[in-house]
């Protein structure tokens, strides 16, 4: 690809977007924006010579396709896609509803491939690009209370991990971002929704966790701004990681469960080997 990329960013108007539009700008790259408030994004990210802002709720796949469309009009090119929208609909399984379950599958998962689906066919006609997905831990290994966002993470490593071999042939990459605990506005009113739904059951576990993640958001661990400068370093690289852990949490993630599943494998060995026909 060349030295000056051209970026499209979902979820622009917030959190770890805005830190991505503001490190691949500051590598010289020019970069498509998109949130569904087009005024609070524009706000929040200032005036730039290459920095264009388009609105995009990632769940309208019309809207998927007028993105694409404005990046090509007014930068004449598409190579590097980030995936980076994104809510959390926090709870225990029983607690959320079916409503909730399908609004964060819908957002996490399909999102990301109606906006996906819309820059392949363009990348396919130039035989380059990048496709990068903000993924998380949940997506490597799910825990309480993250049940549905898990199951969209999960979703989404399983999908991407496919798709790139089947774009290899056409000289799309892609890229996956894991990132642990950092300091974005995921854990903020606006980002996060908790179980509609009351279980007497689980309610001791919902009010200590709730209140627990409340009093996390502002300060975790991670700076977004050092995340979204590594994001544009990989991004730049002639072969970029499959998968990237994020944070020095997310690599101990990444190798309790990889300890995990050697485990798992190992315990019933001979029963497994014993299941293929003679």
Request: glycine content about 8%; overall charge neutral.
């Amino acid at each position: 690809m060349s030295a000056q990329q051209v970026w499209l960013i979902t979820g622009a108007g917030r959190g770890l977007g805005v830190d991505i539009v503001k490190a691949a700008l500051q590598q010289g790259h020019r970069v498509v924006a998109t949130a569904r408030n087009v005024g609070k994004a524009a706000a929040r990210l200032g005036s730039h010579a290459n920095l264009r802002v388009v609105a995009l709720d990632v769940t309208r796949p019309e809207q998927a396709e007028a993105a694409m469309q404005a990046t090509v009009e007014a930068f004449g090119r598409l190579d590097v896609l980030v995936n980076n929208a994104g809510n959390f609909r926090a709870g225990f399984f029983e607690e959320l509803s079916p409503d909730q379950i399908r609004d964060q599958i819908e957002t996490l998962l399909f999102g990301p491939m109606n906006v996906t689906r819309a820059a392949l066919p363009r990348m396919r006609l130039q035989r380059a690009g990048l496709v990068v997905t903000i993924s998380s831990t949940a997506g490597i290994a799910g825990q309480a209370f993250c049940s549905a966002y898990a199951a969209a993470k999960f979703g989404i490593e399983g999908w991407m991990e496919s798709l790139s071999d089947e774009v290899r042939p056409f000289g799309i990459r892609t890229m996956l971002v894991e990132p642990g605990f950092f300091r974005t506005e995921l854990l903020s009113q606006g980002s996060t929704e908790y179980a509609a739904l009351s279980i007497s059951d689980y309610a001791d576990r919902t009010r200590d966790t709730v209140e627990a993640w409340s009093g996390m958001d502002g300060k975790q661990g991670g700076d977004p701004a050092r995340l979204a400068a590594a994001v544009v370093e990989l991004a730049g690289r002639e072969q970029p990681p499959v998968r990237f852990a994020a944070g020095a949490d997310a690599i101990e993630v990444f190798e309790n469960k990889a300890r995990q599943l050697v485990d798992q494998a190992q315990a019933y060995k001979a029963l497994s080997r014993s299941l293929v026909l003679e």
